[in-house]
């Protein structure tokens, strides 16, 4: 039996009783914003954060608004084939269906293709929009609730000079961001030098995080990792490749640091093979990497079951799929770690979400509105 097999119209019972008429149409668009400055990691350089709005719409006109983003060189899609995979594969196998049926829309979306979690995810975060419009409910509500009013975020300092990391550093904790994580990961001794000069830069309380985004090995990286923990980091992401996971249980057993995995888990399938080597203390769960809010929530709950702490992170991305990472943050026990919610701090001007952002002090506020709270 194929749970695939289900013809289109409303299976499972449908939600025409609580309103919901099925999904009558499903459309793309390109958006994107200048970075206040060229955004620098490991992997390369951008100039612009570009992102593909995701519209659901329904019978009755009702209207879900999600967004993805693909950063290429992370995940391996690309916008062109987001926005194929959605309007060829993705959207033909959605139309007629109950909008309400998030379950149900993932297994139809992974028996039509394989893959494509970013633009899984545009569509999943569409339609947690719109359930939460035709329901009256914020999404965090239909998360399981939310356990925080306010969300706190990291500031992601990218690649620089040391100077300019850590002056950029110091400038947003005086703004109040207490949790700070800077980029690095092509050599080791320079990194030891940058958090040194970061840590003399910010409060003493403050978490310090390097993201070396999968480019150390563990050999040569652990004499300088264990002075990074002595200098007061306090969080070390992705140190080594995405498939080393036998190096990172090394490098756990070996360092004070907390170990973040990252481009390790996609899945998941990941979550519990990481969960199962001990290769982690916390998982970045960033919701277009693993295909929408429903796969992120299941995450978070191998991550609890695991005892791991949870970081929901970001591509970076624009308003839209910023505000659906606020929601799951908020409805996430497990969320201890501060949120990566930057993508609109990174612009000049969000054309999606421009207020929800806007003067952030390291703290937003869950929305309390049906939906994800935008007026996209
Ligand atoms: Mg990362």
């Not at 925080?148 to 110091?170: F, H, I, K, N, Y």
């Not at 993201?211 to 990286?221: F, I, K, L, P, W």
Request: with cysteine; net charge negative; aromatic share 4%.
């Amino acid at each position: 039996m194929s749970l695939a097999a289900e013809p289109a119209g409303l299976p499972g019972g449908g939600s025409e009783a609580f309103g919901a008429a099925p999904i009558s149409a499903i459309k793309t668009r390109v958006v994107s914003a200048p970075y206040r400055r060229p955004f620098r990691i490991s992997s390369g350089v951008s100039n612009e954060l570009i992102s593909l709005v995701v519209e659901v719409h329904t019978a009755d006109g009702d209207v879900g608004i999600g967004e993805t983003s693909p950063m290429t060189a992370y995940t391996g899609e690309t916008l062109a084939g987001v926005q194929a995979a959605i309007e060829e594969h993705l959207a033909p196998a959605l139309i007629g269906r109950d909008p309400l049926d998030r379950a149900g829309a993932h297994v139809t979306m992974d028996a039509v293709l394989r893959g494509q979690q970013v633009a899984k995810a545009g569509l999943d975060i569409a339609l947690f929009d719109l359930a939460g419009r035709i329901s009256g409910w914020p999404v965090h509500a239909l998360l399981g609730g939310s356990i925080r009013d306010r969300v706190q975020t990291t500031w992601v300092v990218g690649l620089g000079t040391l100077d300019e990391m850590a002056a950029e550093a110091a400038e947003y904790a005086d703004r109040g961001f207490m949790h700070l994580k800077v980029k690095g990961g092509h050599d080791p001794a320079k990194d030891l030098e940058l958090i040194r000069a970061v840590r003399a830069a910010i409060p003493a309380d403050a978490e310090l995080c390097l993201d070396a985004n999968e480019g150390y090995d563990a050999t040569t990286a652990l004499p300088y990792l264990t002075k990074m923990s002595a200098a007061g980091l306090t969080l070390l992401e992705q140190p080594l490749p995405r498939w080393d996971l036998t190096g990172l249980v090394r490098l756990r057993d070996r360092l004070d640091v907390r170990v973040m995995v990252d481009e390790s888990m996609h899945s998941l399938h990941d979550a519990l093979e990481i969960a199962r080597r001990g290769a982690a203390d916390v998982l970045n769960i960033k919701i277009l990497k693993v295909g929408g809010l429903h796969r992120a929530l299941q995450i978070a709950a191998v991550a609890e079951a695991a005892g791991l702490a949870v970081k929901v992170g970001s591509m970076p991305e624009l308003g839209v799929a910023t505000l659906a990472a606020v929601h799951l943050a908020a409805a996430v026990p497990g969320a201890t770690v501060a949120a990566d919610l930057v993508g609109p701090l990174m612009v000049d001007e969000d054309p999606l979400a421009p207020t929800v952002f806007a003067d952030c002090d390291g703290w937003i506020d869950v929305p309390k509105r049906p939906g994800l709270g935008h007026d996209v």
